[in-house]
């Protein structure tokens, strides 16, 4: 399972306890959180089908969701798989 801790934070429990931390995003790029953390769960689950391990997965769907926040909007801002912001986690 995933669990949010606020924005503190973001872990996994899958037998052990990973704990990662949510991307900073300055708040001149902050431009809406309508749909970030939908964007966080569609991009877990993503991983968790492509058999991402979860110490991957978060940083990963942190970034996903931090894009989202970048744009207006619910899907606006969700990167592509060629996203520069993504595709070291891709690797």
Request: aromatic letters at 4%; glycine letters at 12%; proline letters at 9%.
């Amino acid at each position: 399972s995933v669990v949010r801790l606020s924005a503190k934070g973001i872990g996994a429990v899958n037998g052990t306890l990973l704990v990662g931390t949510a991307e900073k995003i300055p708040p001149s790029e902050l431009i809406d959180t309508t749909g970030a953390g939908d964007a966080f769960i569609g991009a877990t689950l993503y991983a968790i089908c492509a058999g991402m391990p979860p110490e991957k997965m978060l940083p990963f769907a942190s970034q996903v969701a931090g894009a989202s926040c970048r744009a207006l909007g619910a899907r606006t801002g969700l990167p592509w798989r060629t996203d520069p912001c993504i595709t070291p986690h891709l690797l």
